[in-house]
Every structure is written in structure tokens, then in C-alpha cells.
Nanobody
């Protein structure tokens, strides 16, 4: 059973930066995929970015060039560096991991003020 613990959310002005972290515990093996989804107010959850154990990354078009996902495989930790934040990035951000099944973190709020 994998547990995901997120940190780093908060309130920031438009144009600012935040860094999210997600640490996975409870796994004896390297996790296949780790990443971030977000759920804006009144909308469905959507992919932000994910990184595979191979190092391959995948980003939503809306964050390309602004967000960077990285991973410390040895620590089973994933990071999301978010730059040039926009009010439309406001959402609850969920850490996501895949190892035989899908795991979710509890979510962390990111609010970008205009």
C-alpha cells in the first residue's frame, strides 16, 4: 500500500512561483509513474504533468513552458515547479502514483490571485 503526502501549496500572486512536493511511502519498489493532477473549482480533475520511471515526462498543454516536473526515484518523491502562475492555475493539486493500481494524495490548495 502506497501513501502519498503532498506539501507546498499556498497563495501566490499572478506571475509568481510555487513548488509542490509529493513523497511516496510504503512501497518496496520504484513506482512506475508519478505525477500531478488538479481540480479547479467547479471543474473535473485534469492532468497537469507526470513522469515515468524511465524519465519520460508528459505535460498538459496549458502548463508547458511554465511548469516542470522532476522526480527523485531513490526517494520516491516527485516535484512540480510552477512558474509564471496564472489565476486559472487555481485548483486543488493532487499527487498521483501508479504501481499495480492508482494512488492519490489528499490534495493541496494552490490559489493564484490576479
Amino acid at each position: 500500500q502506497v501513501q502519498l503526502v503532498e506539501s507546498g501549496g499556498g497563495l501566490v500572486q499572478a506571475g509568481g512561483s510555487l513548488r509542490l512536493s509529493c513523497a511516496a511511502s510504503g512501497s518496496r519498489f520504484s513506482i512506475d509513474v508519478m505525477g500531478w493532477y488538479r481540480q479547479p473549482p467547479g471543474k473535473q480533475r485534469e492532468l497537469v504533468a507526470k513522469v515515468f520511471s524511465s524519465g519520460y515526462t508528459n505535460y498538459a498543454d496549458s502548463v508547458k513552458g511554465r511548469f516542470t516536473i522532476s522526480r527523485d526515484t531513490a526517494k520516491n518523491t516527485v516535484y512540480l515547479q510552477m512558474n509564471s502562475l496564472k489565476p486559472e492555475d487555481t485548483a486543488v493539486y493532487y499527487c498521483h502514483a501508479v504501481q499495480s493500481r492508482i494512488y492519490w494524495g489528499q490534495g493541496t490548495q494552490v490559489t493564484v490571485s490576479s
